[in-house]
């Protein structure tokens, strides 16, 4: 059973530090894996969607990697702002061709102004 | 920028009542899911709906729910007789086609008394 789990669960940096944010997940057969952030109260975005086969996405500040055979990814965030508070969470496709996203529990951002 | 539209933002409810929380997905997309969150815990998969019919759907998605989408823009997820475990955010979710980003709403709080 795919099991995803994030590290740190919160984590509190000064505006401007570079961080990273970690995503495990136990079955490396996955489909794809995306980023979101979400805001207090609202709906989640998506940041960033790897698919199985590539091992980095990038957008903006924000650069995402995919180690399938590790079972890990990372989403990388330069240069941050009081903006990017918010929980991150990643989740994953199973490989078997399901819908069903698998999340973790998120790591909750505070960025310091 | 298109998006996702949920109705009610906040529902409260009596156990045993049924409850319809409504979605409108981006117009053009095909691919529609309910996700939930209880209050501190991880994004869970309800059910994914496709072609006008259910695709997947998880354990939690039992003969107490159901989906419809009964014309060309409303996507509803009803719940026959609400439980106090059924309390969470509940999220509609779209995506254009399979393998493509999910696009949130912003969630209905479901209460049950």
């Known amino acids: 059973k795919q099991e995803v789990t994030q590290i740190p669960a919160a984590l509190s940096v000064p505006e401007g530090e570079n961080l990273v944010l970690n995503c495990s997940f136990t079955?490396?057969?996955?489909?794809?894996l995306q980023w979101f952030r979400q805001d207090p109260g609202k709906g989640l975005t998506s940041l960033l969607l790897i698919q199985s086969s590539q091992r980095e996405q990038t957008s903006g500040r924000l650069n995402a990697s995919l180690d399938k055979s590790s079972g890990r990814s990372t989403l990388y965030i330069a240069a941050s702002q009081p903006g990017d508070s918010a929980t991150y969470l990643c989740a994953v496709a199973p490989g078997s061709g399901t819908y069903k996203y698998i999340f973790g529990t998120g790591t909750r951002l505070k960025v310091l102004a | 920028e298109p998006e996702v539209t949920q109705t009610p933002s906040h529902q409260v409810t009596q156990m045993g009542q049924e409850v319809i929380l409504r979605c409108v997905p981006i117009?053009?997309?095909?691919?529609f899911y309910w996700y939930r969150q209880i209050l501190g815990q991880k994004v869970e998969f309800l059910v994914s709906f496709y072609n006008n019919e259910i695709s997947e759907k998880s354990e939690i998605f039992d003969d107490q729910f159901s989906v419809e989408r009964p014309d060309g823009s409303n996507f509803t997820l009803k719940i026959r007789s609400t439980k106090l475990e059924d309390s969470a955010m509940y999220f509609c979710?779209?995506?254009?086609?399979?393998?493509?980003?999910?696009?949130f709403g912003n969630g209905t709080r479901l209460t049950v008394t």
């Open positions: 117009s053009n997309h095909l691919y």
């Open positions: 079955d490396s057969a996955i489909y794809n």
């Open positions: 979710a779209s995506s254009p086609s399979y393998n493509s980003p999910l696009h």
